[in-house]
């Protein structure tokens, strides 16, 4: 007992345990208020480019207990046209996907377009302008897609062989069926299915900062504090 008193007494002597607490706090901030991740991949592109830190709230639709999955309260669920962080029902891995369609839909793919319940999505071709994508863009074709009452601009690579027509399939109670809005370029519910309500981490609002990879990291400047919603 001595002994543990000692090494407390010499941990409060040295700020050991004010650092302790600092570092639990922050942690526990991040596991259950909010967070930031860097992108390492295309999946999300034009919405999201590789080298953007994303902001994400984890008090969009729930709270849940630090560093674990178990929900206390819940007052809200993902809706179309989300951007979210969620686990990959293949191996667990942290995926940023967009909500397409939730419990209840009916989702189909026809040609590269998405239809739910039976109707096409709205798509408007658009040019992406200013969108600073560099060589990833080359031989990208966009369109301004309405999913949930918001638009949103979409990503094609039509001289690349991917998934262009799935389904239809019915998205079962609690689950979801995201994509990635570089759709010729992205692993998503087309190759391993649908999420789950209780791997949904958060919702993407916004980006911190961007750095450019293909220019030795240079900032992008734009995009810093750009809100997604």
């Not at 700020?15 to 390492?40: E, H, M, N, Q």
């Not at 953007?52 to 179309?80: C, E, H, M, Q």
């Not at 094609?156 to 262009?164: H, I, L, N």
């Not at 010729?184 to 911190?208: E, I, K, Q, Y």
């Amino acid at each position: 007992m001595k002994t543990l008193r000692g090494i407390w007494k010499l941990a409060c002597r040295h700020g050991v345990v004010g650092i302790v607490v600092t570092v639990v706090a922050v942690l526990g901030f991040r596991s259950a208020v909010a967070d930031w991740y860097d992108v390492p991949t295309g999946s999300m592109q034009p919405t999201i480019l590789i080298g953007d830190r994303i902001f994400v709230n984890k008090l969009a639709y729930d709270l849940k207990v630090p560093f674990t999955g178990v929900r206390i309260a819940t007052w809200g669920d993902p809706v179309r046209g989300d951007v979210v962080i969620c686990a990959s029902p293949v191996d667990g891995t942290r995926l940023v996907k967009r909500v397409v369609a939730g419990p209840g839909d009916e989702v189909a793919m026809k040609d590269g377009l998405v239809w739910i319940n039976g109707r096409r999505l709205t798509y408007v071709p658009d040019a992406a302008g200013g969108i600073p994508l560099g060589e990833a863009g080359l031989g990208m074709t966009f369109s301004r897609e309405t999913l949930g009452g918001r638009e949103h601009i979409v990503a094609a690579m039509p001289g690349k062989r991917s998934m262009r027509d799935f389904g239809p399939v019915t998205v079962p109670a609690d689950s979801y069926f995201v994509m990635g809005d570089n759709r010729d370029n992205s692993g998503d519910s087309r190759h391993w299915g649908f999420v789950d309500r209780g791997t949904v981490a958060g919702r993407v609002t916004g980006l911190a900062m961007s750095l450019d990879k293909e220019n030795g990291w240079r900032p992008r400047w734009s995009r810093f504090g750009r809100n997604l919603i």
